[in-house]
């Protein structure tokens, strides 16, 4: 069973910024594309940003494109999003999850909550 380990969430003021790390055990991430979502309270979890099993293509939701980057480092079984110039509607419990390019299942890892003040 994959498990995925999500840390780096905090509480930082408008504008600053966090990096996010989800850590892959009990698998090799290089058959998954990886990605981030997020849910604030009384809202749907929407995906945020994933990326490809090699890295080299990624996808952003409008919201968060030109301040999130998402990348990930295969041999270390990880995922990273650095979310800059946050805003206090980033503020959410972030997730991270694999989809693997073979059966198509999606595995999440428990969140890390980001609140942003402004």
């Known amino acids: 069973e994959v498990q995925l380990q999500a840390s780096g969430g905090g509480l930082v003021q408008a504008g600053g910024s966090l990096r996010l790390s989800c850590v892959a055990s009990?698998?090799?991430?290089?058959?998954?594309?990886m990605g981030w979502y997020r849910q604030a309270p009384g809202k749907e979890r929407e995906g945020v940003s994933c990326?490809?099993?090699?890295?080299?293509?990624?996808y952003y939701v409008d919201s968060v494109r030109c301040r999130f980057t998402i990348s990930r480092d295969n041999a270390k079984n990880a995922v990273y999003l650095q979310m800059n110039t946050l805003k206090p509607e980033d503020t959410a419990n972030y997730y991270c999850?694999?989809?693997?390019?073979?059966?198509?299942?999606?595995?999440w890892g428990q969140g890390t909550q980001v609140t942003v003040s402004s």
């Open positions: 009990r698998t090799t991430i290089t058959i998954y594309t």
């Open positions: 990326i490809n099993r090699r890295g080299d293509n990624t």
């Open positions: 999850n694999a989809k693997s390019s073979l059966s198509g299942r999606v595995y």
